[in-house]
């Protein structure tokens, strides 16, 4: 049963294989940024909103 041989194994990543990762890495990094951003306008608002509540 050749197909139950043992083979050598390469460990290292495909090719084309490096170009799909670099892709998820980018929206992972985007959708941080965005997430971080959106939090410091919430902020930012409700700074803006106490100010028009108190009138300072």
């Known amino acids: 049963m050749p197909w139950l ?3 050598e194994v390469d460990h ?4 084309d294989c490096s170009a799909h990762l670099e892709t998820v890495a980018s929206f992972a990094a985007a ?9 410091q ?3 930012r608002l ?4 106490t ?6």
Not at 34 to 39: D, E, G, R, T
Not at 51 to 56: C, L, R, Y
């Open 12 to 15: 290292g990543l495909a090719p």
């Open 46 to 49: 409700g700074e803006l909103m």
């Open 51 to 56: 100010a028009e509540t108190f009138k300072t």
């Open 31 to 39: 959708s941080c940024w965005y997430s971080i951003v959106l939090a």
């Open 5 to 7: 041989a043992v083979t």
């Open 41 to 43: 306008v919430a902020l």
